[in-house]
């Protein structure tokens, strides 16, 4: 299939077609955020593609895997964040990493112009899915991105994105991306949200004399293990 970031519009069946082919059944999993409901596209039997990529390994295959897929707590913390807020009129927003596209969606819900990128085209295949799935269509752009090294050209409003900080070689790359693409206005802001155990120190030691950084631990109980965790919310705004 060609490239998914550069259709503009596609059969939704076409689309769900192309990830059965390469994943096997998929699910459609109702997602509660605040008041908004949305279906989120769910490889079906994960532990049977996960064996399928340790097939591939043994025959020494490079293989990556799919974390893109995993609706993530800190997705849902900044899904809330978006519903809270009181966004800029007519505001554009950039989502980096966007995995499955759900925060994006949140967004889009709002009535706001959507930008989803990732560097995975399976990722942009969900998140083309799943915006037809639930009728944003008209609201999300998708591009391939490679935040260390791409550059869009405009700048946005408000930047968002989950667990982007996992690669400690890409935190530099990454500071300077967001400086080449936040608006420089009022109330524009980056926001990111992760699982509190990682620092992201590097990240946020390059670009603290550029914004103000303010940091938010927010309680999460997950509901695979009934365990507590602490999600990190990092809102990044106001330059200095």
Known sequence: MKDISAITSAWFDELLAEARRKFGAIRFEKVKVDNVELEVAQVADMPAYLDKLVDKARGGKTIELPLWAKIWPSCLILGFYLMKISPIKDARVLEVGA??????MIAAKRGLDVVMTDIEDDSLLFCRLNALRNGL??????????????????????????????????????????????????????????????????????????????RQEVPFKN???????LIDLYRLGGRK
């Open 137 to 214: 269509e008209d609201k999300i752009t998708l591009k391939k991105v490679d935040f260390t090294t791409d550059r869009l050209g405009e700048k946005f409003d408000y930047i968002i994105g989950c667990e982007v900080l996992y690669q400690e070689d890409t935190y530099k790359p990454f500071a300077e991306f967001v400086q080449a693409h936040l608006k420089d206005v009022p109330g524009a802001e980056t926001v990111l949200a992760m699982d509190h155990k990682r620092t992201g120190r590097l990240f946020f030691e390059t670009i603290k004399d550029k914004y103000k950084i303010m």
């Open 223 to 229: 509901p695979e293990n009934g365990s507590r965790d």
């Open 99 to 104: 995995g499955c596209g759900l925060v994006g």
